[in-house]
């Protein structure tokens, strides 16, 4: 079985279809979503449209979650106060144009969604299984994986939000960043590939090109930025790891 994983399309319709359109040449039986399908992005109620009339499993993203609840923030960290004002205007600009059902879909989004594909355990999640907004950087330490990996006992994690692409092995567990559909210095749209066999399994990045010119325009148009779907995420500041108390 060969599955296309998805992330962070950040509602920008063009990637999407590119991505769509390479998946269904490569032959993908399969397509899972793991987040961030709206906010930065000028195309948010197609891109929500889109994946459900695909039928594609999702989970909720933190700018989902944001969208759908209509929050005042998404829990993301910004470079810059410039940006992070861009990252407000987007915000309020994706919950004044979408649509109830749209946002209504984003609401009912679970935060993980579990699966078994053949005879293997498979945990889709947008930042980590405990929180959309945190990063799973792939530097952060092994310690951290392997702890996943032991509180889910899953045989295959996949996930987004870092918009980096990454394929990590710890124990026996595969971790997948899929890398980012919507966001890119190079108008190039990235997933990964997973090649589920009996026992081996592999995993795969492409790169696709797109036309931008048409995304950068209805951006203008909404009076946002193209740097919304340039700037890189930033990482959030380590927490520092609980003390161990000695004792004798």
């Known amino acids: 079985m060969r599955v296309a994983v998805i992330g962070d399309v950040h509602a920008n319709l063009t990637a999407l279809r590119a991505v769509l359109s390479d998946a269904a040449t490569i032959g993908c039986d399969a397509i899972w979503c ?8 000028p195309h948010p109620n197609e891109v929500v449209e889109e994946l459900i009339r695909l039928e594609i499993p999702t989970v909720q993203g933190n700018w989902d979650e944001a969208v759908g609840m209509e929050r005042e923030q998404v829990g993301s960290i910004w ?18 144009v979408m649509d109830d059902e749209r946002r209504a879909w984003l609401r009912q989004l679970p935060a993980t969604l579990r699966m078994e594909v053949d005879g293997r355990s498979v945990l889709l999640f947008h930042g980590t299984p405990l929180k959309r907004n945190e990063y799973l950087w792939a530097d952060r330490p092994s310690r951290m994986y392997a702890r996943i990996a032991a509180d889910e006992g899953d045989d295959l994690f996949c996930y987004g939000h870092t918009h980096e692409t990454v394929h990590k092995m710890v124990g026996q567990s595969h971790f997948v960043a899929c890398g980012t559909v919507g966001c ?20 795969g990045f492409r790169s696709v090109d797109y036309d931008s010119s048409g995304v950068a325009a209805d951006l203008a148009r ?11 995420p930033v990482p959030h500041p380590l927490e520092p790891e609980p003390a161990v108390s000695e004792t004798g």
């Open 184 to 203: 890119g210095s190079h108008s190039r749209a990235r997933y990964a590939v997973i090649y589920l066999g009996q026992p081996d399994l592999a995993v």
């Open 79 to 96: 470079a810059s106060p410039g940006a992070e004002e861009w990252g407000h205007a987007s915000l309020n600009w994706t919950v004044r």
């Open 34 to 41: 793991v987040g961030d399908v709206v906010g930065r992005g």
């Open 222 to 232: 909404a009076g946002l930025p193209l740097d919304l779907l340039r700037v890189p």
